[in-house]
T-cell receptor, first 114, second 112 residues
Framework: EDQVTQSPEALRLQEGESSSLNCSYTVSGLRGLFWYRQDPGKGPEFLFTLYSAGEEKEKERLKATLTKKESFLHITAPKPEDSATYLCAVRGEISSGSARQLTFGSGTQLTVLP | DTGVSQNPRHKITKRGQNVTFRCDPISEHNRLYWYRQTLGQGPEFLTYFQNEAQLEKSRLLSDRFSAERPKGSFSTLEIQRTEQGDSAMYLC??????????FGSGTRLTVV
């Protein structure tokens, strides 16, 4: 069974204070690791897909990296508008059957203070 | 608007009543997913459609839950005899040919 664990559960940063969010995973045949952003009362919004160890993706102040066991979401010089819950998910080749559904972690709630 | 649309956004119902939610996916996406999300948790998979065929169901989907996708377009999720434990956000997602899932804004169900 695919599993995703995210840490920390919550993170408070001052504006401009860089940090990283962690996503540890176990999956049978990784078909993709996904990062989503979720604002209160809304659905998850796609950020990145990573497929293989060593891969990196960047978008504005966010950078996602992937190893065989973990992914990190690095936030450089965050702004208050980056405050949200960041969700990590995996898609496995074997355990998800034909659906290839996502298995999510519980998320990291990020608050960036001005 | 080319996003995933879900209605209603909020639903308050009394325990024991039936409720139905609707999802309109992105038109060219033939894969459609329903997830449930409770407070402080990530979304959990409920069921999956490829076009009009329901191909996978999670163990979370009790026999009080039923989903349809007539003609492979919009989908509905019905919960019969609602219980307080059904209170959650119900999310719909559709998948592009590149494998990216786009989520709707969800339907927040409160059972009182």
């Amino acid at each position: 069974e695919d599993q995703v664990t995210q840490s920390p559960e919550a993170l408070r940063l001052q504006e401009g204070e860089s940090s990283s969010l962690n996503c540890s995973y176990t999956v049978s045949g990784l078909r993709g690791l996904f990062w989503y952003r979720q604002d209160p009362g809304k659905g998850p919004e796609f950020l990145f897909t990573l497929y293989s160890a060593g891969e990196e993706k960047e978008k504005e102040r966010l950078k996602a990296t992937l190893t065989k066991k973990e992914s990190f979401l690095h936030i450089t010089a965050p702004k208050p508008e980056d405050s949200a819950t960041y969700l990590c998910a995996v898609r496995g080749e074997i355990s998800s059957g034909s659906a290839r559904q996502l298995t999510f972690g519980s998320g990291t709630q990020l608050t960036v203070l001005p | 608007d080319t996003g995933v649309s879900q209605n209603p956004r909020h639903k308050i119902t009394k325990r024991g009543q039936n409720v139905t939610f609707r999802c309109d996916p992105i038109s060219e996406h033939n894969r459609l997913y329903w997830y449930r999300q409770t407070l402080g948790q990530g979304p959990e998979f409920l069921t999956y459609f490829q076009n009009e065929a329901q191909l996978e169901k999670s163990r979370l989907l009790s026999d009080r839950f039923s989903a349809e996708r007539p003609k492979g377009s919009f989908s509905t999720l019905e919960i019969q005899r609602t219980e307080q434990g059904d209170s959650a956000m119900y999310l719909c997602a559709s998948r592009s040919g590149t494998g990216r899932d786009t989520f709707g804004s969800g339907t927040r169900l409160t059972v009182v």
